[in-house]
């Protein structure tokens, strides 16, 4: 019996990251800091698991729409004073 192949290789168990839908999240773990809140305690507060706080502050994981807004509306900022968009600078004009 012969199996189709090419549809599990071409199958990734993480998708790849692009440069339109990364995230840099280094500010939520400081933000969670200086608050002195464990990712348990910001998770309980986002309704969502420690294990996804944890994937987007180790940047496995790129928050949704709905879970920035909610992460921004817990610490009273904007969703760019958190999150700030992956830039592809090579084919920008501004770059020397």
């Known amino acids: ?41 910001l998770a309980d507060r986002c309704q969502v698991s420690r294990q996804a706080i944890n994937a987007i502050e180790t940047e496995r994981y790129d928050p949704s729409l709905p879970l920035a807004f909610t992460i921004a509306d817990i610490f009273d900022l904007t969703i760019e004073e958190i999150f700030l968009p992956d830039r592809d600078t090579t084919n920008d004009p501004g770059r020397p």
Not at 17 to 35: D, G, K, Q, V
């Open 1 to 41: 019996m012969r199996t189709n192949t090419s549809a599990r290789s071409s199958w990734r168990a993480w998708p790849s990251r692009s440069r339109w839908s990364s995230w840099h999240c280094s500010r939520l773990r400081e933000l969670r800091a200086a608050r002195r809140w464990s990712q348990a305690d």
